[in-house]
């Protein structure tokens, strides 16, 4: 998904046999760093996507346990320390995307 939009790959017929290698059929996980935003005592704060990105999840099993995942979420807090005054939290979510192809 970019920019809450599925992803489309388009094929030629000369490349169709490509087709079958793409991601749009392959079961990922979806990492998502979500911030809230410092409001005003009388403003409900919610939280709001600040990024996002895919991983296959055959190389993923682990999820947000990965090492590199814990050291990625690491790096955006250390970032996330120097924004305190605009941002009161930060945290990852990860989620599952199964494969969506659909055949035109």
């Not at 911030?35 to 947000?64: I, Q, T």
């Not at 979510?93 to 192809?101: G, I, K, N, R």
Request: glycine share 2%; hydrophobic share 45%; aromatic share 12%.
């Amino acid at each position: 998904w970019l920019l809450g939009y599925p992803v489309v790959y388009l094929f030629s017929t000369e490349h169709i046999a490509n087709a079958i290698y793409n991601l749009s059929t392959k079961s990922l996980r979806i990492f998502k760093i979500l911030v809230c935003r410092n409001a005003a005592p009388s403003k409900v704060s919610r939280l709001e996507e600040l990024l996002s990105f895919s991983v296959p999840y055959d190389l993923s099993m682990g999820g947000s346990k990965e090492q590199w995942a814990e050291a990625f979420l690491a790096h955006m807090q250390e970032k996330w320390e120097r924004c305190r005054p605009a941002w009161s939290s930060l945290q990852m979510e990860v989620s599952e995307c199964y494969p969506q192809a659909i055949v035109l």
